[in-house]
């Protein structure tokens, strides 16, 4: 213990002067002392972080009032800082929102919609604007003009770290000679910070990294040692507009339905579903109440129901005071009633009831049964389905928990065993007649049917010595589960509902555990398989790509899509570890590589499975390859506030690996492929060295001439062979090319001939285009093994030919010419 706490409880007034000594912080005075998880830990990452947080604001802003981006960042040394300029030709911001976007951390518009954007927390532009306060004392200058704004707005502005509020320096208004911006619409930001270009590869990797995923945009890029600029592709499209959504059921966390039920306007169960959730209607609201009835409540055994001379006896002696016709009337209904609302012959109590009630009130009006009267008769109805205080009665029930049991257990578990189990089971079901209050219902939740089962399988264990294994045991619950009815007993109100922690988390299980579509995608702008393939061949020149693109499935009641793509070979480095690109919400992720759920997603990949080479068995493969993840999601969860690691989820975890294997298992088609080729032209190398030798070997021998060869190699490789073969007539000369396929499967060669003058073709399918005073003679066979096609056409004599065959691996390829 220390001095001072020795001291406490000594002197009066300590706990109120240490209450002297507490106070609030705000927000921004929090990341002023933690401007590390932000993101600005060090002068090098602290530029590229800002680049970043403005690079994103301007293509959310642009995307969202459908103009395609035009952003340009600019940094150049200022003394001892370097001075950091972003401008995009985005909507602009109105002069009383400047100071709010860049002047106070956690505000923006986009934290409580659920749809995907790059911005959400409303942290990022001002915390480059505190950094940039904090380590040069120069405020920020924003500058922005709306559309349809002859002027521009000017701000110099400071964070109020202790209020966190915008402290304004100075304000203008500028016409558009006076704007930086000239005549366009847009915002533009100018940062002065302590900083230097270390990180200049980050930096240069996130520009085109973000041009590969947002193809749309043209990004300029200009430092002191090197400018470029990322030209849109003109012909990508602007990504799809989002829409907010409600959140979906699954995945929903129990503390949000608990504040939704709070903020809710609804009365009923059903309507709050309806009203609060995505993909929930009239059906899916019952489903899940129904849920919520067998988990709050718990269902209803049901019994074989009794002859019905015996139900009718049941109903006349649980009647007095009645009219003998009358009992007997009213007997023969309840026992229509009962067979109309059995189920293979079961009734649970509540359908007793509804079926004594039913009765009571189709009475001929001479006769009335009143509420007393009808819990007699539901009472002794009962009591006949189940035997309970019957004579001889009890056998129904067991013969009923014994034919479940029967259903559910192993054929190789001894009948007497099961007789013994399932007599056990029975008995939790039948109450002690010694008890003062009875309830008949048996009623329960499956937790309490499994204990049940459990006790009872226990103790045939103890007694029989056998095994009732878990799955035996799961069996029995199931079967018995089955046959059980949900109750008809009402779900609290809403209100009741939001002060009831247990009711809420049956309502969340149920939730859960109901069959829902998945969310709409409409919230969500994933970049899809087609431009996640189309950006990899912009960025990498390599000889193969795959990518996938995951359905949507939801986490913590927000829906994400996976996205993942793979090249591989061609001029990608071939040493050391593959690349690793990894994406959320079409933003590059930059830092904290080994610390994101991607990677180690990908680590943990057996990469040998898919022909990678991966020392240990574990890890990032090696060999020329890039791996490219991207997360889609209305509520991306990072590892912290700088936005630079998916946080370890299972969920998102689980779709991360099967979007990469499924893009992993084309690479190994691809790899398994180009391996058998390599083994083919090898023997197709020595075959086409030993054939020449043998046939000169045979011409030797038999004093014949050298024997034709060239078409042989084709046969014994079972290759596709394209021969061209021409005969003159005169001054003309008749061109004949012939694909014959000795393989076993169809091939579609794409067979050229460029010819040096206009030919005569026959042929409806064959395309002649003339280039450059050459004729390009385009023919696509379908050629099925063992098959061959013909093309003939006519040139003059003095004609020259170059044959180009392509659509055939190679190494299934011979041609002659």
């Known amino acids: ?63 969202e009032a459908r103009i395609r981006p035009n952003i340009s960042i600019d940094i150049t040394e200022s003394g001892d800082y370097y001075r950091l300029a972003v401008e995009d030709n985005g909507p602009g911001i109105t002069r009383e929102q400047i100071p709010k976007i860049f002047g106070k951390l956690l505000y923006g518009s986009r934290f409580h919609a659920r749809e995907q954007s790059r911005g959400q927390q409303g942290i990022g532009i001002s915390a480059a604007v505190l950094y940039s306060q904090l380590t040069s004392g120069k405020p920020a200058k924003i500058t922005s003009r709306t559309q349809g704004s002859s002027t521009a707005m000017e701000f110099e502005l400071v964070i109020d770290t202790d209020e966190n509020e915008p402290e304004i320096r100075s304000e203008r208004e500028l016409s558009p000679g006076e704007s930086p911006l000239g005549d366009t619409h847009g915002t533009r930001i100018e940062l002065e910070m302590a900083a230097n270009m270390r990180a200049r590869q980050q930096l240069e990797d996130y520009v085109k990294h973000t041009a590969v995923v947002n193809p749309h945009a043209t990004i300029s890029y200009s430092e002191p040692n090197d400018e470029f600029v990322a030209t849109a592709d003109y012909e990508a499209d602007l990504p799809a507009e989002t829409e ?36 929930v209607g009239k059906k899916t609201a019952k489903s899940i109440v129904d849920a919520f009835r067998d988990r709050h409540y718990g269902r209803e055994m049901t019994w074989s129901l009794p002859d019905d001379d015996d139900l009718r006896s049941a109903v006349v002696e649980s009647v007095n005071n009645k009219p003998s016709d009358a009992k007997t009337a009213f007997a023969d209904r309840v026992v229509d009633e009962l067979n109309a609302v059995a189920t293979d012959g079961r009734v649970a109590h509540h359908q007793v009831s509804g079926a004594v009630s039913g009765a009571a009130d189709g009475a001929d009006s001479d006769t009335s049964f009143g509420s007393t009267v009808r819990e007699n008769v539901v009472d002794g109805v009962w009591r006949e389905v189940t035997g309970y205080g019957v004579a001889d009665g009890a056998e129904r029930l067991l013969d009923d928990v014994r034919a479940h049991a029967d259903a559910a257990t192993s054929v190789q578990k001894d009948d007497a065993v099961v007789v013994g189990f399932a007599d056990r089971l029975a008995a939790k079901f039948v109450p002690d007649e010694s008890e003062d209050e009875v309830d008949l ?47 008809p007993d009402d779900p609290p109100k809403v209100r009741t509902l939001a002060s009831d922690r247990q009711a809420v988390g049956d309502l969340v299980s149920a939730m859960r555990t109901t069959d829902i579509i998945a969310p709409p995608t409409s919230c969500l702008s994933p970049i899809s398989a087609e431009l996640v393939e189309a950006g990899l061949r912009k960025e990498f020149d390599a000889e193969f790509y795959a990518a996938a693109t995951r359905d949507a499935e939801v986490h913590a009641g927000d829906p994400f899509v996976v996205e993942a793509g793979i090249a591989y070979g061609g001029d990608i480095e071939a040493d050391g570890q593959a690349d690793v690109l990894r994406y959320a919400n079409r933003v590059p992720l930059v830092y904290k590589r080994g610390g994101c759920a991607i990677t180690q997603v990908i680590q943990d990949i057996g990469w040998r499975n898919y022909n990678l080479d991966q020392p240990g068995g574990r890890g990032v493969p090696n060999g020329p390859a890039v791996i490219m993840v991207h997360v889609a999601s209305t509520n991306v969860p990072f590892t912290s506030e700088s936005k630079d690691a998916v946080a370890s989820v299972p969920e998102i975890e689980d779709e991360i690996e099967l979007a990469v294997r499924e893009a992993a298992r084309e690479l190994k088609s691809y790899l398994k492929k180009q391996r058998s080729m390599r083994k083919r032209q090898q023997k197709q190398n020595v075959l086409a060295d030993i054939l020449p030798r043998m046939a000169e070997k045979v011409a030797e021998v038999t004093g014949q001439d050298v024997p034709n060869y060239d078409d042989a190699l084709a046969r014994i490789m079972n290759n596709v062979l394209v021969e061209r073969t021409t005969e003159e007539n005169g001054n003309e ?53 063992g098959d061959e096609a013909t093309l003939e056409y006519t040139v003059p004599a003095d004609a020259t030919f170059d044959l180009s065959v392509s659509d055939v691996q190679e190494a299934k390829l011979t041609v002659n010419q």
């Open 244 to 279: 907010e959504i409600r959140p979906h059921p699954h995945g929903v966390e129990l503390g949000n339905v608990l504040k939704m039920l709070k903020a809710s306007d609804s009365h009923s169960m059903s309507g709050f579903l309806q009203s609060e959730f995505t993909r």
């Open 733 to 785: 000369q008749t061109v004949k090319v012939v694909v014959e396929n000795h393989g076993s499967t169809i091939e579609t060669p794409s067979v050229t001939d460029i010819v040096s003058a206009e030919p005569t073709v026959g042929s409806d399918d064959v395309s002649v285009v003339e280039m450059d005073g050459e004729w390009f003679c385009k023919w696509n066979p379908k050629v099925e093994g």
């Open 1 to 63: 213990m220390t001095s001072f706490q020795s001291t406490i409880g000594e002197e009066s007034g300590i706990a109120e002067e240490l209450a002297e000594s507490q106070r609030a912080i705000s927000i921004a005075e929090f990341f002023e002392k933690n401007k590390q998880m932000l993101g600005f830990d060090s002068e090098a990452r602290a530029l590229v972080t800002a680049v970043k947080e403005a690079v994103d604001n301007a293509l959310d802003a642009t995307e």
């Open 441 to 487: 219902r048996n009623r329960l939740d499956r937790s309490a049917l499994r204990d049940y089962v459990d006790r009872a399988a226990d103790m045939t264990e103890d007694r029989a010595e056998v095994s009732f294994g878990d799955t035996a045991r799961e069996n029995v619950v199931e079967q018995v589960w089955s046959t059980m009815v949900t109750v």
